[in-house]
């Protein structure tokens, strides 16, 4: 048994006396040409010429004379020619990107399988032309619209790829197309040299007759990486493409059939383990890492972690133990998942979306809050993202203006950088966002952080690839465009990791195994949906039309998964496969169908072992938070009820001590956000405040049903107003806030019909409004003054009894004022509303010597029940001096408790 396929591939030539320095080796990736080159190196005695070693997609650039041109490009050209087909509602560049990358894919796979385009495209848009979904005979304006595209089709791929012919460039399929006409004169030209193809599995059939062709030629040899395994196996789909080459082609029907090895059923360790969630994977791998670390016969160097899903790899890097010296990445970390790229795109979505208000305050924190706007601003004369983050949250700036910059002057070059006045062109922007790299490029060269360096290079070179296309196409004009442009390019372009490929840990993607073979092989995210990627057909060509011409299906692109994966375990001698088993749309299904092939696969199960990994918790049972008392805290408390115990601080301490501690002794109040539609407790200081003007023109007089009528055409002025007062930066003239100060307004109204409807019954003198009190609570067990204080929303005498009113704008219900256990009160937080009104009841007798009076909520959410008085049993609503008194009773219970230093305060379950 051979170490590997490449060693094997070798030895067999050698063995027929091949010179290797006249060989042309093909390849599927050049990372194994490394690899071969490595191999062939210690296998000769002598030195020799190197022998050219390429990939396939080199090979074929080199037959047809044309050059493979990026993606992008690609898209570019399609666009142009795109325009120039008579379309009466052509897209835009933007919305063309969502369905050009798929129709020139499928470009690509028609040329590469040399399937005739007056054929294919002429179906596909019968096809539609019979789905589209008008039921009418005549076509509407919209559906012919959408038909329009599709029966020009044809037209769109000739002048396509005539334009990329003249241009001596293009996309693989049609490169291959290419080539496939020109074999015969590429043959004459190097009839003396021999062509190896290697390691081949799923060929186009472009492909498929190149490779034939050099068989045929007799110069060319192929070596297929399939075990007899697979091969013999008539339905095993790791074998599917070779089999039917082994069946189909002329060469291997005449002239002998395809040598497999017999590797795969060899003794080794085979270790499935179910690990939850896709970043556990990682760590899990990390640990087996360390593991494999401490015993000396492990061989890093033939080792290899393969990373099913590529997006693993910033928490795979993380997971690394340190005492591995030597790792290898094959994989770039693409741009567009770096932060430096959200830096970007979060200047961009700024600038792009300004308006003559200024600059919407969402974007404005995203950008001022990522980290690289942070270290340009710490570098700044002027910390200006901590001082505009802070005005826009305190002074609820829902847009920055320029107004607003103007007060930061002295960080006036930057922020002209980041908020342009004017409206800004797209090189505009290209050249703000080199002046920010240029920026931080000073900033990481004196900290000599070279990471950091290479990443605003790459962005550096992307930018000025940007300017370049900019400079040939003239359909991108607006921010908006660039977007497109700029998410496509930073999706292709990664950031490449510097590493000695034939050493060390190798850490890789699916296809980058390919050819290679490693003696321990990690693979992770073996799950339905990853490996093999099942059902995903980004195509427009459906599937039954894509099987009558030969084109592949997700049934062939899986097949190619699975090949890859058995390809890699067959001659390992330790594999370990790892895989999510939590279920998840968006990391994948259930475990992959090839572990349930392993695990019921009889000739390996006894190499097979299954077991689940889960992280080690330590589940403790939660205790309740506790703060003893000490004396600095006693003080803090002798200071608070100095000042004034509220009704609200003492309902807080009810509900939760925590909350009384946090809130009121340590001050800590809720994070300052900006009020995009309005907060609970700015909509009632509202309706508080709007309540208060309306009515204190009639402060001290009997109301009367024309009094209470000339208030309601001041409604909508006085809410404005204080709109404008607790929320500054906002425009009531549209949008949500004109939906709440509508809904303010409306309850306003409400209010004074349900006050005009009892003046027709009773008499109502205005006596107080929004008035404050305090009063001093005589408690002897305490050696310190205690006061209790609040503010009476409203105050007037009905039918000659006083009543105390509170507003709610929150939902209220007749329970909460109603008390049947006087012990409920300073216990049970529903019965708050109560006890707030008991509070302003005591403040208001001690203040005026009243022995009788009514005390009551309006719930602005249920206006039409009226005013919601507080009730003891038998719904008695009169709060007489005995009521008072064993009100003082229940509050000076509750007050000993708060300041007695043997009773800790003890958080409640809320």
């Known amino acids: 048994m051979h170490h590997s396929f490449l060693e094997y591939v070798l030895n067999d030539l050698q063995s027929k006396a091949t010179d290797f ?61 795109y325009k120039t087909i008579q379309i009466d ?17 499928d470009f690509n796979e028609m040329d590469g399988y040399l399937i005739p385009a007056h054929d294919l495209l002429n179906y596909l848009s019968a096809i539609k032309e019979i789905n589209h979904w008008s039921l009418k005979k005549e076509r509407t304006e919209l559906v012919a619209n959408y038909l329009q595209l599709w029966n020009k089709l044809e037209v769109i791929y000739n002048r396509f790829n005539e334009t990329l012919l003249q241009q001596k460039r293009g996309y693989q399929g049609l490169l291959s197309k290419v080539a496939v006409s020109r074999l015969e004169e590429y043959s004459k030209n190097h009839k003396n040299s021999p062509i190896i193809f290697v390691g081949f599995n799923a060929l186009t059939a472009a492909e498929s ?133 959200s830096f970007f795109m979060a200047l961009l979505e700024l600038n792009a979306n300004a308006s003559e208000r200024g600059w919407f305050y969402k974007y404005v924190l995203e950008l001022i809050s990522n980290p690289y706007c942070v270290t340009i601003s710490a570098a700044s004369e002027v910390d200006f993202a901590q001082v505009l983050a802070k005005d826009i949250k305190e002074q609820n700036l829902i847009y920055l203006s320029n107004q607003a910059l103007n007060h930061y002057a002295k960080t006036n070059a930057i922020l002209k950088i980041i908020f342009p006045k004017h409206q800004i062109s797209v090189n505009d922007w290209i050249d703000n966002c080199l002046e920010l790299i240029n920026r931080l490029k000073n900033i990481f060269q004196n900290e000599k952080n070279a990471m950091e360096l290479e990443q605003i290079y790459r962005f550096y070179t992307l930018f000025n690839q940007l300017k370049d296309y900019l400079a040939n196409v003239d359909f991108i004009s607006e921010l908006k465009s660039i977007k497109s442009l700029f998410k496509q390019l930073a999706s292709m372009e990664t950031l490449d990791f510097i590493g000695e ?12 195994s390919r050819n290679l073979d490693f003696e321990t092989v990690i693979i992770t995210s073996v799950n339905e ?23 592949p299906t997700y049934k062939e692109k899986d097949a190619i998964y699975i090949y890859h994966f058995y390809r890699l375990i067959q001659r390992a001698k330790n594999v370990y496969i790892i895989y999510n088993t939590e279920p998840d749309v968006l990391e994948g299904g259930e475990k992959s169908r090839l572990i349930s092939q392993l695990l019921t696969d009889e000739n390996i199960a006894p190499f097979v072992k299954h077991t689940i990994a889960a992280p080690q918790t330590h589940i403790t049972p939660s205790q309740p938070l506790e703060i003893n008392k000490d004396e600095k805290l006693i003080a803090d408390i002798i200071g608070f009820a100095n000042s004034g115990f509220s009704p609200t601080s003492l309902s807080n301490y009810v509900r939760n001590p925590i909350d009384f501690y946090t809130r009121n002794i340590l001050k800590i109040n809720d994070l300052d956000e900006v009020e995009e539609t309005i907060a609970a407790n700015t909509f009632g200081t509202i309706v508080h405040d709007s309540l208060e003007e309306l009515y204190t023109p009639l402060l001290g007089a009997t109301l009367s049903k024309e009094k209470v009528e000339l208030l309601k055409p001041k409604i909508p002025t006085v809410v404005k107003g204080h709109f404008q007062k607790n929320l500054s930066g906002v425009d009531i003239s549209k949008g949500k806030f004109l939906l709440v100060y509508n809904v303010i307004v409306k309850y306003l109204e409400n209010f004074l019909a349900i006050e005009i409807e009892q003046l027709q019954r009773h008499t109502i003198k205005l006596v107080a409004l929004e008035e404050k009190y305090d009063i001093p609570l005589d408690i002897p067990e305490l050696d310190f003054p205690i006061k209790l204080k609040g503010t009476l929303d409203r105050v007037d005498e009905f039918d000659g009894t006083t009543r105390i009113i509170d507003y709610k704008t929150g939902k209220v219900e007749p329970k909460n004022v109603k008390l049947t256990d006087w012990e409920a009160l300073i216990t049970d937080y529903d019965k708050s509303k109560a006890f707030q009104l008991l509070c302003y009841a005591l403040l208001y007798s001690k203040k005026h010597g ?8 309006y719930s602005f959410k249920n206006l039409g029940q009226g005013l919601f008085p507080f009730s003891q ?32 305060l003890t958080e409640k379950a809320v």
């Open 529 to 551: 949906g990853i490996l093999p990627s099942g059902k995903l057909n980004n195509s427009f060509i459906p599937f039954d039309v894509k099987r009558d011409y030969g084109l």
């Open 501 to 512: 490929p034939l050493s060390g840990l190798q850490i890789m993607g699916m296809l980058e």
């Open 209 to 341: 007759k190149i490779v034939q062709h050099f068989l045929e030629e007799g110069h060319g040899q192929a070596y297929w990486d399939i075990d007899s395994y697979f091969l013999d196996d008539p339905i095993h789909d790791a074998g599917l493409f070779i089999r039917e080459y082994q069946r189909n082609w002329p060469f291997y029907k005449n002239k002998g059939s395809i040598k497999s090895q017999h590797n795969f059923l060899t003794e080794k360790n085979i270790s499935i383990t179910g690990v939850p969630k896709s970043v556990s994977q990682t760590k899990y791998v990390g640990q087996l890492l360390n593991d494999l670390n401490s015993k000396e016969s492990i061989d890093f160097s033939k080792t290899a972690v393969v990373l099913a899903d590529e997006s693993l790899l910033t928490p795979m890097l993380q997971a690394v133990p340190p005492s591995i010296q030597a790792v290898n990445i094959t994989m770039g970390l693409p741009l567009n998942k770096t932060v430096l790229y």
């Open 873 to 904: 049993d038998k719904n008695n609503t009169l709060i007489t001096a005995e009521v008072i008194s064993t009100f003082e009773g229940s509050l000076k219970q509750l007050i000993l408790e708060i300041c007695n230093p043997a009773v800790p």
């Open 850 to 857: 009243a022995h009788s009076l009514l005390a009551g909520i």
């Open 21 to 81: 320095s006249e060989c042309t080796f093909i390849l599927p990736s050049k990372r194994s040409g490394t690899f071969l080159k490595k191999h062939l190196a210690e296998k000769l005695t002598k030195n020799i010429f190197s022998p050219k070693v390429i990939s396939i997609q080199d090979f074929i650039a080199e037959i047809s004379g044309m050059e493979q041109t990026s993606n992008l490009d690609l898209l570019l050209v399609l666009y142009e020619v």
């Open 89 to 105: 509602h052509a897209d835009d560049f933007p919305s063309f990107l969502k369905w050009g990358q798929t129709l020139l894919q």
